[in-house]
């Protein structure tokens, strides 16, 4: 497994539309090798919970979700980074994969959530998302599955959904600040 660079925004490939992967491929020794190598990318990074494949430079409608988002706890205006970096350090933690995702409902109940991305290094700012998702996808073996999550996994998935279809949270987000304003902001506190 080998640790792929992540692609920062300007990148043309982050405003791109993925393409499918055929789900006879799937369990191709590449596709395979892809999302092992995704899923070594998304445990080496110390703060991060989802990554798509166009953020390691592959236009392939894959995205990993990391299993922490059912226990890591979000406040609505912040992320406690420290906790949870050290939430993050003492976990070895398996991914969902999602390939070929579509996201089949989401709840009309919307809320103004934290959120950074990967391929937007160091920005934060507030988005609004759904409460609640429904997708609908292939997993790493071909098995076609729906999952319905609320809270950081609804806004989890909603968010590397978007990387697939070439969509960045800052397209759509208010009060983005860079890491040190928040940080300064914190500490004036």
């Given at each position: 497994?080998?640790?792929?660079?992540?692609?920062?925004?300007?990148?043309?490939?982050?405003?791109s539309?993925?393409?499918?992967?055929?789900?006879?491929?799937?369990k191709?020794?590449?596709?395979?090798?892809?999302?092992?190598d995704m899923?070594a990318?998304?445990?080496?990074?110390?703060?991060?919970?989802g990554?798509?494949?166009?953020q390691?430079?592959?236009?392939?409608?894959?995205?990993?979700?990391s299993?922490?988002?059912?226990?890591t706890?979000?406040?609505?205006?912040?992320?406690?980074?420290e906790?949870?970096?050290?939430?993050?350090?003492?976990?070895?933690?398996k991914h969902?994969?999602?390939?070929?995702?579509?996201?089949?409902?989401?709840?009309?109940d919307?809320e103004l959530?934290?959120?950074?991305?990967l391929?937007v290094?160091n920005?934060?700012?507030?988005?609004?998302?759904s409460?609640?998702?429904?997708?609908?996808a292939f997993?790493e073996?071909?098995?076609?599955?729906?999952?319905?999550?609320?809270?950081?996994f609804?806004?989890?998935?909603?968010h590397?959904?978007?990387?697939?279809?070439?969509?960045?949270f800052?397209?759509?987000?208010?009060?983005?600040?860079?890491?040190?304003?928040l940080?300064?902001?914190?500490?004036?506190?």
């Amino acid at each position: 497994m080998a640790i792929l660079p992540v692609l920062q925004e300007p990148d043309k490939t982050l405003r791109s539309r993925a393409k499918e992967v055929p789900p006879e491929e799937i369990k191709s020794e590449k596709i395979q090798k892809l999302i092992a190598d995704m899923s070594a990318t998304l445990r080496s990074i110390e703060i991060g919970i989802g990554l798509a494949a166009p953020q390691v430079g592959q236009s392939l409608a894959i995205f990993l979700i990391s299993e922490e988002v059912l226990i890591t706890k979000r406040d609505r205006e912040k992320i406690d980074r420290e906790e949870y970096k050290k939430s993050k350090a003492s976990q070895n933690w398996k991914h969902f994969v999602f390939i070929n995702p579509k996201i089949i409902r989401v709840s009309e109940d919307k809320e103004l959530v934290p959120e950074g991305c990967l391929s937007v290094d160091n920005i934060f700012g507030q988005i609004k998302r759904s409460k609640r998702a429904v997708i609908e996808a292939f997993n790493e073996n071909g098995k076609k599955f729906r999952k319905s999550a609320s809270g950081l996994f609804a806004q989890a998935m909603q968010h590397e959904t978007d990387h697939l279809n070439g969509i960045l949270f800052i397209d759509t987000a208010i009060n983005l600040k860079t890491l040190e304003e928040l940080e300064k902001e914190e500490a004036s506190k």
